[in-house]
T-cell receptor
Framework: GQQVMQIPQYQHVQEGEDFTTYCNSSTTLSNIQWYKQRPGGHPVFLIQLVKSGEVKKQKRLTFQFGEAKKNSSLHITATQTTDVGTYFCAGDPQDRSTLGRLYFGRGTQLTVWP | NAGVMQNPRHLVRRRGQEARLRCSPMKGHSHVYWYRQLPEEGLKFMVYLQKENIIDESGMPKERFSAEFPKEGPSILRIQQVVRGDSAAYFC???????????FGPGTRLTVL
């Protein structure tokens, strides 16, 4: 069945260091989305990637979608304490038999030490 | 435009009681998803509904759990005869037809004593 794997599960960095989380799907995706959940909060949509090889930037955040549309990454440059939270990827399979459901990765919990 | 609303935000139940969780999607959103999240864990898909229809309930336990999204009113996730293992945060998300982005509600934290 459809699976989305995300690594690492935890990442602790010093403020100013970079951070990357990786997402891999067992099947080809139509698109992939990224969400952020602050401690005690709810997931908030960050971005959606649709095209093969697509790269999108949001200030210090860079999102990539693999050429085969089966993997993705989120890279944060020079982390800040406001980046603390759990980052989830969510894949929308190309096979439409899944009827609009997203498959979430387990998430990467980022801790930033000041 | 109000966001996704969930109530109650916190719910305490004793074992064997029923829990009813409500979700009002954003205006214009006809797709609703329910997720469960345990502390330090990811989001576990439970059920996907459109108005008056269950589209995918593959993530929902067959016993004690049910969900509905009536023509009028909020979506309801109902857990009968709760057990301690049901304690978790339950998030609802909605999206507009033709769009993929899901908007999450603040969640209901269920505690079973």
């Amino acid at each position: 069945g459809q699976q989305v794997m995300q690594i690492p599960q935890y990442q602790h960095v010093q403020e100013g260091e970079d951070f990357t989380t990786y997402c891999n799907s067992s099947t080809t995706l139509s698109n992939i989305q990224w969400y952020k959940q602050r401690p005690g909060g709810h997931p908030v949509f960050l971005i959606q990637l649709v095209k093969s090889g697509e790269v999108k930037k949001q200030k210090r955040l860079t999102f990539q979608f693999g050429e085969a549309k089966k993997n993705s990454s989120l890279h944060i440059t020079a982390t800040q304490t406001t980046d603390v939270g759990t980052y989830f990827c969510a894949g929308d399979p190309q096979d439409r038999s899944t009827l609009g459901r997203l498959y979430f990765g387990r998430g990467t919990q980022l801790t930033v030490w000041p | 435009n109000a966001g996704v609303m969930q109530n109650p935000r916190h719910l305490v139940r004793r074992r064997g009681q029923e829990a009813r969780l409500r979700c009002s999607p954003m205006k214009g959103h006809s797709h609703v998803y329910w997720y469960r999240q345990l502390p330090e864990e990811g989001l576990k898909f439970m059920v996907y509904l459109q108005k008056e229809n269950i589209i995918d309930e593959s993530g929902m336990p067959k016993e004690r759990f049910s969900a509905e999204f009536p023509k009028e009113g909020p979506s309801i996730l109902r857990i009968q005869q709760v057990v301690r293992g049901d304690s978790a945060a339950y998030f609802c998300a909605s999206r507009r037809d033709g769009y993929n982005e899901q908007f999450f509600g603040p969640g209901t934290r269920l505690t079973v004593l």
